[in-house]
């Protein structure tokens, strides 16, 4: 805040310079060349302007998108956590375990919420509200077909939160499912 006030003080007043010195030019001095010495220290002095301002901007876009980088880290660090718990939850579902998370999934779990109040977005949070509740309601009417287009959607609001646009072509969930439950997952959907 301060080096943007200074710099902008800074051009201001290289501005009135710029402007005294053509006007002194211009209705002051009578001898051609030294009315042209004078532009050419105005242009020099605009060159000189020129520059600071394009490496300025060039560092503030810079620092932008170094800033940017740290961010997307962080969140990839995060949405770790929710890919593991999700893994987590998918080999105990296939070993046939009924005790529910195990206490690895429930880490994971905390450990993506935690994550998420620091790196994501309001919106993204609002999302993974919207997508545990369904979750849970979606447990209860025994639709894996709700549950599997539901985590797809949230799958894609993370990815969108790093940057990635997909489009509704493929469902993203279905990696993990078998041949055959894809299969079943393109019949039905269509």
Do not use: C
């Amino acid at each position: 805040m301060k080096k943007n006030l200074l710099f902008k003080f800074w051009f201001l007043l290289s501005g009135i310079l710029i402007v005294s010195l053509s006007s002194w030019a211009i209705f002051f001095v009578e001898k051609t060349e030294h009315q042209i010495a004078i532009f050419g220290i105005v242009a020099v002095i605009i060159t000189a302007i020129t520059s600071v301002i394009t490496v300025t901007l060039n560092s503030n876009n810079e620092k932008e998108k170094e800033l940017e980088l740290i961010i997307i880290k962080e969140k990839q660090k995060v949405f770790e956590h929710f890919y593991n718990a999700l893994f987590e939850i998918l080999k105990t579902v296939k070993q046939g375990d009924p005790q529910g998370l195990s206490k690895k999934a429930e880490q994971e779990m905390m450990e993506f919420k935690r994550g998420l109040m620091n790196w994501g977005s309001e919106d993204l949070i609002q999302k993974y509200l919207d997508y545990e509740h369904n979750l849970i309601q979606s447990q209860s009417n025994k639709d894996p077909m709700e549950t599997i287009k539901k985590a797809d959607r949230f799958l894609k609001d993370l990815r969108k939160e790093m940057g990635f646009k997909d489009t509704n072509k493929i469902n993203i969930y279905s990696i993990i499912l078998t041949a055959e439950a894809r299969d079943e997952l393109i019949l039905k959907s269509k």
